[in-house]
């Protein structure tokens, strides 16, 4: 029998896999509750490692450490969905592990997880899986050029995608992705035209209750995303079916959690499903000044099985700006001055010991009555902040 997170003869202990940004932010929501935080990362002196005693730098793929992180853990969560499946069944033999091993088997191969999504009658753009360059041209010849070639794990931040315009492209992707010292199966899906990328963050708890964000617009560049503008200025209807669809991608995964679901909005005005992430997500950073309860108090709540608090926005509009590393270096940046001089604008460095180009080093988040306000003071904290 699990404690209760307030039972007054002892402190509460959650466990995160990952000691990133997104564990250090789930962290201090979690202080917020009077819990604490245990961290499991390979190496120390990681952003939520430093934040506590209970620290185990040792990283999980040490099976020592990980059942000595799980000693202590009473509730174990996750900041990255890419810890193997059988460690995940280890130390939920002992500990509860949400999201859960099951969701996260559904999650984790992008080609599973658009399977699952698409059994549950969300839109998807067309896809396969590929277990050969002429696969690819197969798909291709079906769809129309360009096609998406992707990793079917281990991709983030477009890291694990390309772009296949012509047939001659397809051997040089087969050999970046199925050759080399760490070959990965690949899917290959349709190209969207789109001409918003969206997201929409949701908290599920254990008893199936739902915290459903508003949709944002993410602004991608060079694959990354860059910008996150909440709402999303789309029509009103356009955002509730998003968060609709949402919803339902998460409950088809049986997810116990935070995710972000990330979405198009096609040239036709079409809501399709894109991926899912089964942790917090960097589209709901904005959470933490913009709305009721943030989307890490939510996951703690959320996977300690408590009420939900409300996702809505206390403010008109919000844009979050993510500041990413130019160089490889120190990851102290140059000066924060500048951006700490702007006021209704909050500066969130993540304290990473390094810096290099693409890297999410820390975000400011901007509030305004309109979106276009809010992204006038980002802008101007974000201006000339670098690494």
Same mark, same amino acid.
């Given at each position: 029998?699990?404690?209760?997170?307030?039972?007054?003869?002892?402190?509460?202990?959650?466990?995160?896999?990952?000691?990133?940004?997104?564990?250090?932010?789930?962290?201090?929501?979690?202080?917020?509750?009077?819990?604490?935080?245990?961290?499991?990362?390979?190496?120390?002196?990681?952003?939520?490692?430093?934040?506590?005693?209970?620290?185990?730098?040792?990283?999980?793929?040490?099976?020592?450490?990980?059942? &000595?992180?799980?000693?202590?853990?009473?509730?174990?969560?996750?900041?990255?969905?890419?810890?193997?499946?059988?460690?995940?069944?280890?130390?939920?033999?002992? &500990?509860?592990?949400?999201?859960?091993?099951?969701?996260?088997?559904?999650?984790?191969?992008?080609?599973?997880?658009?399977?699952?999504?698409?059994?549950?009658?969300?839109?998807?753009?067309?896809?396969?899986?590929?277990?050969?360059?002429?696969?690819?041209?197969?798909?291709?010849?079906?769809?129309?050029?360009?096609?998406?070639?992707?990793?079917?794990?281990?991709?983030?931040?477009?890291?694990?995608?390309?772009?296949?315009?012509?047939? &001659?492209?397809?051997?040089?992707?087969?050999?970046?992705?199925?050759?080399?010292?760490?070959?990965?199966?690949?899917?290959?899906?349709?190209?969207?035209?789109?001409?918003?990328?969206?997201?929409?963050?949701?908290?599920?708890?254990?008893?199936?209750?739902?915290?459903?964000?508003?949709?944002?617009?993410?602004?991608?560049?060079?694959?990354?995303?860059?910008?996150?503008?909440?709402?999303?200025?789309?029509?009103?209807?356009?955002?509730?079916?998003?968060?609709?669809?949402?919803?339902?991608?998460?409950?088809?995964?049986?997810?116990?959690?935070?995710?972000?679901?990330?979405?198009?909005?096609?040239?036709?005005?079409?809501?399709?499903?894109?991926?899912?992430?089964?942790?917090?997500?960097?589209?709901?950073?904005?959470?933490?000044?913009?709305?009721?309860?943030?989307?890490?108090?939510?996951?703690?709540?959320?996977?300690?099985?408590?009420?939900?608090?409300?996702?809505?926005?206390?403010?008109?509009?919000?844009?979050?700006?993510?500041?990413?590393?130019?160089?490889?270096?120190?990851?102290?940046?140059?000066?924060?001055?500048?951006?700490?001089?702007?006021?209704?604008?909050?500066?969130?460095?993540?304290?990473?010991?390094?810096?290099?180009? &693409?890297?999410?080093?820390?975000?400011?988040?901007?509030?305004?009555?309109?979106?276009?306000?809010?992204?006038?003071?980002?802008?101007?904290?974000?201006?000339?902040?670098?690494?």
């Amino acid at each position: 029998m699990l404690p209760s997170p307030y039972d007054p003869s002892r402190v509460l202990t959650i466990g995160i896999i990952g000691g990133g940004q997104l564990a250090k932010m789930t962290a201090m929501a979690a202080y917020r509750l009077g819990m604490r935080v245990a961290i499991i990362e390979h190496g120390e002196q990681s952003p939520a490692g430093v934040m506590t005693k209970l620290d185990f730098p040792g990283g999980w793929t040490d099976n020592d450490e990980l059942d &000595r992180f799980a000693a202590v853990s009473d509730i174990i969560t996750l900041e990255n969905e890419f810890v193997a499946p059988e460690l995940l069944e280890h130390i939920a033999e002992r &500990r509860l592990v949400l999201p859960s091993p099951q969701t996260l088997a559904l999650v984790r191969d992008k080609f599973t997880q658009k399977q699952t999504v698409a059994t549950a009658g969300i839109p998807t753009p067309a896809f396969a899986a590929a277990d050969s360059p002429e696969a690819i041209a197969t798909f291709a010849a079906v769809y129309g050029y360009p096609v998406i070639v992707k990793t079917r794990t281990f991709g983030y931040d477009g890291y694990g995608n390309a772009i296949v315009r012509s047939e &001659r492209d397809i051997a040089a992707v087969w050999e970046r992705f199925c050759h080399g010292e760490h070959p990965r199966a690949v899917m290959v899906e349709e190209f969207v035209r789109f001409h918003k990328e969206l997201a929409v963050i949701v908290a599920r708890n254990r008893r199936g209750e739902c915290a459903v964000y508003p949709c944002v617009e993410t602004v991608q560049e060079d694959y990354v995303c860059r910008a996150v503008l909440a709402p999303a200025p789309i029509e009103p209807n356009l955002a509730e079916h998003a968060q609709q669809l949402a919803q339902r991608a998460v409950e088809a995964i049986g997810g116990v959690g935070v995710f972000g679901i990330e979405l198009f909005l096609s040239d036709h005005d079409s809501v399709l499903f894109n991926e899912i992430a089964p942790r917090p997500h960097n589209s709901g950073h904005y959470t933490i000044e913009a709305c009721q309860t943030s989307q890490f108090e939510n996951c703690v709540r959320a996977v300690c099985n408590l009420p939900l608090g409300s996702p809505e926005m206390i403010v008109g509009a919000a844009v979050m700006i993510n500041l990413l590393g130019e160089r490889s270096g120190s990851g102290i940046p140059d000066s924060p001055i500048e951006a700490l001089r702007h006021g209704r604008a909050w500066l969130h460095l993540y304290g990473k010991k390094d810096s290099r180009r &693409r890297r999410k080093m820390g975000h400011i988040t901007a509030i305004g009555a309109t979106v276009e306000e809010a992204l006038a003071k980002a802008r101007a904290a974000a201006e000339g902040f670098i690494w």
